[in-house]
């Protein structure tokens, strides 16, 4: 079975800085998907970015980029130039490429707090 | 287009009563999935949807069932209802069986008294 950890609960940033929050997976699978997701307090599930695990590049968003390291199994998510709209709660997400099905595993979250 | 929608938003029941939440997902999307969100444990997988069939079953009890209507729209039913179940039920659609992007509803939260 897949797992994810999430080892930062809370982080906080400042207007306009940089952050990155950290995500590690375990799988013997060699094809899926990861996925980092947001959760403001309306509690709606946004994807912020997802990357295939066979693209050796690493995905961007307008602001948002992830650093994928396929060997070590990690996917850090950094947002650049925060701003206080990206207050929420944020999750990393597994998901197998394969026939298994489109099952989620989610990480445990990371609380990320923006200070004006 | 419309997102995902979920009703009722939220819900109080008692232990022992059983609860049906319900799912639209996004037009033309077939597939519905289920998740549980709760403090303790997290955002866990219940069930999936493609088509009418399920799909994929987490690691829940049988007292969490669903079903997917021919429109795609999803019910799930949690029987005698416990106090463990409080927490916050999710929807998410897809566009297809093997399409990446879930889009997810505002939720259901559900409080067992």
């Known amino acids: 079975a897949q797992t994810v950890t999430q080892s930062q609960p809370e982080m906080s940033v400042q207007e306009a800085e940089t952050v990155t929050l950290s995500c590690t997976y375990d799988?013997?699978?060699?094809?899926?998907?990861l996925f980092w997701y947001k959760q403001p307090p309306s509690r709606q599930m946004i994807l912020v970015i997802r990357?295939?695990?066979?693209?050796?590049q690493n995905a961007t968003e307008n602001r948002f980029s992830v650093n994928f390291q396929k060997a070590a199994k990690s996917f850090s998510l950094k947002i650049s130039d925060s701003q206080l709209g990206d207050a929420a709660m944020y999750f990393c997400?597994?998901?197998?490429?394969?026939?298994?099905?489109?099952?989620?595993?989610f990480g445990e979250g990371t609380q990320l707090t923006v200070n004006p | 287009k419309a997102g995902v929608t979920q009703t009722p938003r939220y819900l109080i029941k008692t232990r022992g009563q059983q609860v049906t939440l319900s799912c639209s997902p996004i037009?033309?999307?077939?597939?519905v999935s289920w998740y549980q969100q709760t403090p303790g444990q997290g955002l866990q997988f219940l069930f999936e949807?493609?088509?009418?069939?399920?799909?994929n079953k987490g690691n829940f009890p049988g007292r969490f069932s669903g079903r997917q209507f021919s429109n795609s729209r999803s019910e799930m039913n949690v029987s005698t209802l416990e106090l463990g179940d409080s927490a916050l039920y999710l929807c998410?659609?897809?566009?297809?069986?093997?399409?990446?992007?879930?889009?997810f509803g505002q939720g259901t939260r559900l409080t067992v008294v």
């Open positions: 990357q295939e695990a066979y693209k050796q």
């Open positions: 949807y493609f088509s009418e069939t399920q799909r």
């Open positions: 037009s033309g999307h077939r597939s």
């Open positions: 998410a659609s897809r566009l297809g069986a093997e399409s990446t992007e879930a889009f």
């Open positions: 799988t013997s699978e060699s094809d899926y998907y």
């Open positions: 997400a597994y998901r197998s490429r394969g026939t298994s099905g489109s099952r989620l595993t």
